[in-house]
Structures are given as C-alpha cells and as structure tokens.
C-alpha cells in the first residue's frame, strides 16, 4: 500500500509564494508519476501539474504555467510543488498522487491520492 502526506499549505496574501510537499511511504516511490490536484469549494477536482517518475516530463495547467514548479527528489520519497505569485483563483485544497503507468493530466489516471492540503490565498 502507498500513503501519500501533503503539507505546506497555509493562508498567504495574493503575489506570495508557498511550496507543498508530499511525502510518499509504502512502496518504492521512484517508479511513480506524482500528480498535483486541487478542488475549490464547489468546483470539480482538477489538474494543476504532474512530474514523469525521473523528474524528465512535466506539464503543467495553463492557470499556473510560469508561477508553479514541480520538482522531486526520489531519495527523499517527496515531489514538490514551488508556488509564486499566487492568486486567490488558487484557493483549494491541493491534493498530490500517484499514477503508476502514465504521465497524464487527467484524474482518472491516478490510483492512491493524499487527503490534501488547504491553500488560501487573500486579496
């Protein structure tokens, strides 16, 4: 079984930064694509960016290009995510995940997920 902890959330003012890290356990980590999701209050869960299991790939969501990375260290079993310039459309609580067989941008792909962590942004 593989367990997945987020942490970094917090509350920041809008142009801040944060960064997010998840810790992964259970299984061997390096074989794994690491997805960040994110869910506003109301709104469908949805793609924010996802990093290939050598850290080679990444892709990103249009809404964040350019203000987030994504990085990982396999030795340590965690992937980051670096957020700059944050805006309150970046409100949600932010889930990270695992796919085991492809580098992809849809939710469906992933099969062990965190419980997340909120993130608020004020004005």
């Known amino acids: 079984q593989l367990q997945l902890v987020e942490s970094g959330g917090g509350l920041v003012q809008a142009g801040g930064s944060l960064r997010l890290s998840c810790a992964a356990s259970?299984?061997?980590?390096?074989?794994?694509?690491m997805g960040w999701f994110r869910q506003a209050p109301g709104k469908e869960r949805e793609f924010v960016a996802v990093?290939?299991?050598?850290?080679?790939?990444?892709y990103y969501a249009d809404s964040v290009k350019g203000r987030f990375t994504c990085s990982r260290d396999n030795a340590k079993n965690t992937v980051l995510l670096q957020m700059n310039s944050l805006k309150p459309e970046d409100t949600a609580i932010y889930y990270c995940?695992?796919?085991?067989?492809?580098?992809?941008?849809?939710?469906?792909?992933?099969?062990?997920w965190g419980q997340g962590t909120q993130v608020t942004v004020s004005s």
């Open positions: 995940a695992v796919s085991l067989s492809t580098v992809s941008r849809n939710r469906a792909a992933y099969e062990y």
């Open positions: 259970g299984r061997t980590f390096s074989w794994y694509h």
């Open positions: 990093i290939s299991w050598s850290g080679g790939i990444t």
